[in-house]
């Protein structure tokens, strides 16, 4: 996962991962169904970046969020990269 800008200057930065559109919604969906978190709502930009490979979501934080824990957002996504590379994998 990059950021854009690198370091967010405001509550919002463009969030890219590389991987198919399908693949990244079947990693969110696991999560939501596993976590009842959402880890993004909707990919705004499909085969972006350099290479073509990335998707990205806007991330945007408020006031609602500071009162979660650093650790939900840390376990939420962790569990997100460990469904897509099972994905990825299972397409090799």
Partial sequence: ???AP???QCCQAHCYIKGDALELDQARDAVFEAMGVNVYHRLRGLQA?????ECYF???LGPAHVDVPDEHF???WARFFEVLAA???AKK
Avoid: I, K, S
């Fill in 87 to 89: 994905l990825q994998n």
């Fill in 49 to 53: 970046g350099p290479e073509g490979d």
């Fill in 74 to 76: 840390v376990v939420a």
């Fill in 6 to 8: 690198r370091e967010p």
């Fill in 1 to 3: 996962m990059r950021f």
């Fill in 58 to 60: 806007e991330w945007t």
